[in-house]
């Protein structure tokens, strides 16, 4: 019985206008459109309302782009109200970065392409024309029904290996950010991904990225704030649990507080793979889902770099489960904050 009043009364709370009031997201790798896998389980967590939102990658960080791939999924989306999010993979691009000799390819100091095994090819964040050639495809997003564009890779790499043209590292990507808010039509968002380590420093120096100043230039921020990506000593917590619930809690808040104006938002990428699952606890997923809603967050997005979402949407309706129990709580016991708690997860 507890699901069926669940499920009936997610289903009235469907969103359907252009963008949701609160972020309800998964990303999709380009690999279930390619191999034609079934969809149906993900549509089904959209009919719940449980779903209403789906991030698909335009260009990933070997330069490769997806477009032709989405045709009849973003039709079929646009009929069911989902809100589309492509994710741009922008200065980590391979296949730029061996175009015409390398002409735009981050150089080292001998001016060969640049390349570290753990961080791969990258293009030069500095120059113009590599600017030019990713606000075309930020532009094509929103002309083929992408309702926001989300950058990834907006950053230097993170490895040791000294190249060309290392100065002004921030400079550069604001300068790109203020050139993509140039083009945004004025009912479309943009958006950048962070480092969960971002929002707890002030500047990562390898990467070049400043919290402040880069929200600045956007409509939301999602952090990755996967718990096993964090290292062991860091927020450490009485149980596994604990930590994991902690970790994004306290990130989400964090973030909050960095903000630089009012009306930027802040959607948590959580984990919903399981590498070092035996560190997170039991219903890890559940865990980070609580967090993301007791933080104030406008929302999440579930990552599983294969789509595989078995575990994730299984805890995600526990979690709309204990959701809506408190809902029934606070309203017979009269709860001061029941208005707010009620309008939030829509």
Avoid at 73 to 98: M, N, P, S, T, W
Avoid at 306 to 332: H, N, P, T
Wanted: proline share 5%.
């Amino acid at each position: 019985m507890i699901f069926l009043l669940f499920a009936l009364d997610s289903l009235v709370t469907v969103v359907k206008e252009p963008q949701p009031n609160t972020v309800r997201g998964v990303y999709l790798p380009p690999g279930i459109f390619y191999l034609k896998k079934d969809l149906g389980e993900f549509f089904q967590m959209v009919d719940l309302g449980l779903i209403n939102t789906v991030v698909l990658d335009i260009k990933n960080e070997k330069g490769v782009t997806f477009f032709n791939f989405y045709k009849d999924f973003i039709k079929k989306a646009k009929e069911k109200g989902i809100y589309l999010i492509g994710r741009q993979c922008v200065f980590k691009d391979e296949k730029l970065a061996f175009e015409n000799r390398g002409e735009l390819a981050l150089k080292d100091l001998s001016g060969n392409i640049w390349f570290q095994e753990k961080d791969g090819y990258w293009v030069d964040p500095s120059l113009p024309p590599v600017w030019e050639y990713n606000l075309g495809i930020t532009k094509k997003a929103f002309e083929v029904g992408f309702d926001e564009v989300q950058f990834d890779y907006i950053r230097y790499p993170s490895g040791d290996k000294p190249y060309k043209n290392s100065k002004n590292k921030i400079g550069n990507i604001i300068k790109f950010l203020e050139l993509a808010k140039g083009i945004k039509p004025k009912d479309k968002r943009l958006s950048l991904t962070f480092y969960g380590y971002t929002v707890w420093n002030k500047y990562l120096v390898y990467e070049g990225q400043k919290f402040e100043e880069m929200s600045e230039k956007v409509d939301a921020i999602y952090p990755m704030l996967y718990p096993s990506h964090f290292h062991d000593y860091f927020m450490p917590d009485s149980t596994k649990e604990a930590r994991t619930y902690s970790l994004i809690y306290k990130s989400v808040k964090n973030s909050q507080k960095r903000l630089p104006k009012e009306g930027i938002e802040i959607i948590p990428y959580i984990q919903a793979f399981s590498w070092k699952q035996s560190k997170l606890g039991k219903d890890y997923v559940f865990n980070q889902l609580k967090a993301s809603y007791e933080a104030n967050s406008n929302g999440f997005v579930l990552w599983n770099p294969r789509g595989d979402y078995k575990r994730g949407f299984k805890e995600l309706i526990d979690f709309d489960i204990y959701f809506f129990k408190k809902r029934l709580q606070s309203r017979f016991i009269g709860d001061d904050n029941r208005r707010d708690k009620e309008n939030y997860w829509k």
